[in-house]
């Protein structure tokens, strides 16, 4: 395999410009620090995009690849490349960071400008977490995520936002540290972080089942994968509207790239002895959560329990190890960050003008706010997998792959996409059709002319990915292939 080395060092540039913008931010007015966020991160976006333009979708070799010596009595080198699977994350994580500088443009009026420059700090943790080539700097990004997170919730979050910060801290500083000792554990065994290389070295069967224990309790806290998906609600009941969009766009995806950049080609025998209770999980994990989903009130956890659903999509995808699965999970998670952190965005709007979140006191907003209600539609629509729309390729993908797997995987894939589109669609009837409240009468409750810029590109990527989804399978052929490959995809022995 033939890695394309690149002279000008973009991926570099992309990860630490958003730091360096927090750090001017840190100096300037409340007025100038809003502009100076929306300029630093569009400029990113800018610099991403050669990376599309010129990356090669034929071969499964990191391209735009950055390596200098770091810490050499460790081995440890700063290495920064992307494949197919990373490249569309890095996408996300630019667009995502943009439209969050834009929803909070009046929602947040307190400590302005620590709000915008730890929005910038979170850009660059995802930004280099899916540019990273070596298992250190993985991980330094992973726990660099941590802080701005920590500090949207419990400075700029809700009533209870001292607890859900906490909480969410918690549970992902426990993950971590058992991370930790599976990247000190590595390094002893093997002498290298290099994930390349780490890929080419095959270790004892014993190993990586202990490894593959460590990692994965650190990725299936941020999937959240059931039983350790508690803090998600608390954590995105109580976050600012830009802080729920990061969680969950970028924050839970996370894991799901863990597993697949660490655990398939570095653990494959591991991955083949866990396979069946990590599919036995991800099952559970889609039903149960579309179930309490469905007994929600309160909008934003509802929202909140239908990504624990969506996010059992994504590992059972990975797990059933063919094609279909792997591929239509990653498209899931590309998926699931444009429509759901669309809906985070249009709860947060619609709580500026009417401040609750209770289901039950809204209604009628088709005659009171009428885009915000055709928008609202689209991404309910495709939050549901309605065919046309993104969310639809990438469960019929998990769901044939779960059918090649086992029968009944498949159908509680399906009846969670039939429960899915129960709760989205009696979500939009309670709050846009009927009579309008009496409450809301008088109160301007549509957008403006700021906040339909900031839906348009997720409800543009809804549509485009759902009628052309080879705009995003395309980059993932080749690096899916060199991942099963890596994972011995053979196809697991006996019903379960």
Not at 187 to 196: K, P, S
Not at 279 to 303: C, E, H, M, N, P
Not at 359 to 379: D, H, K, N, Q, R
Not at 485 to 496: D, F, Q, R, W
């Amino acid at each position: 395999m033939v890695t394309l080395v690149t002279t000008f060092p973009i991926l570099t540039v992309m990860t630490f410009l958003p730091l360096a913008g927090a750090a001017v931010i840190l100096l300037l007015g409340d007025r100038m620090a809003r502009w100076f966020a929306l300029t630093t991160t569009l400029v990113v976006c800018a610099v991403s995009v050669p990376l599309y333009l010129g990356f090669d979708k034929s071969s499964s070799a990191l391209q735009f690849v950055e390596t200098v010596p770091w810490i050499r009595s460790w081995n440890v080198v700063y290495g920064m490349g992307v494949d197919g699977i990373s490249l569309p994350f890095i996408f996300l994580s630019t667009v995502i960071s943009v439209l969050c500088v834009g929803a909070s443009w009046t929602a947040v009026q307190v400590r302005v400008r620590e709000f915008y420059a730890a929005l910038l700090v979170a850009e660059t943790a995802m930004i280099g977490l899916f540019a990273s080539t070596n298992l250190f700097l993985f991980y330094v990004f992973w726990e660099v995520m941590l802080v701005p997170v920590f500090l949207l919730i419990g400075v700029w979050g809700g009533p209870s936002r001292i607890y859900a910060s906490i909480k969410f801290l918690l549970f992902t500083l426990a993950g971590s540290v058992l991370m930790l000792v599976g990247l000190i554990a590595l390094l002893e065994a093997t002498g290298t972080l290099d994930f390349e290389t780490l890929a080419k070295t095959r270790l004892s069967s014993d190993l990586q089942a202990w490894l593959f224990v460590a990692f994965t309790a650190a990725f299936g806290v941020k999937v959240p994968m059931f039983p350790v998906h508690t803090w998600l609600p608390d954590a995105h009941t109580e976050a600012p509207t830009a802080g729920s969009v990061i969680l969950a766009g970028i924050l839970l995806k996370m894991g799901g790239y863990g597993l697949l950049r660490i655990a398939l080609p570095i653990l494959p025998d591991a991955v083949q002895l866990f396979a069946k209770p990590m599919l036995v999980l991800s099952a559970i994990a889609i039903v149960y959560g579309a179930y309490v989903t469905l007994a929600q009130t309160d909008v934003k956890r509802l929202i909140a329990y239908s990504s624990i659903s969506h996010m059992g999509f994504v590992t059972l995808g990975i797990f059933t190890l063919n094609r279909s699965g792997v591929e239509g999970a990653i498209l899931q998670m590309i998926n699931h960050g444009i429509v759901t952190g669309a809906l985070f965005l249009c709860v947060g709007m619609i709580y500026e003008r009417t401040h609750t979140r209770d289901i039950a006191e809204y209604g009628g907003l088709s005659t009171l706010a009428p885009v915000y209600s055709t928008f609202l539609a689209i991404f309910c629509l495709a939050a549901a997998g309605f065919p046309g729309l993104n969310s639809f390729v990438g469960e019929f993908l998990i769901i044939s792959g779960a059918f090649k797997t086992w029968l009944w995987l498949g159908v509680a894939a399906v009846w969670g996409v039939a429960l899915g589109t129960t709760y989205m669609l009696w979500l939009y009837y309670r709050v846009v059709m009927g009579d309008a409240r009496p409450q809301f009468q008088g109160l301007r409750l549509d957008l403006n002319a700021r906040e339909v810029a900031t839906l348009v590109p997720l409800a543009l990527l809804a549509l485009v990915i759902g009628f052309y989804p080879e705009l995003v399978l395309g980059f993932l052929r080749a690096s899916v292939g060199q991942l099963l490959t890596a994972a011995g995809s053979g196809v697991m022995a006996g019903p379960l």
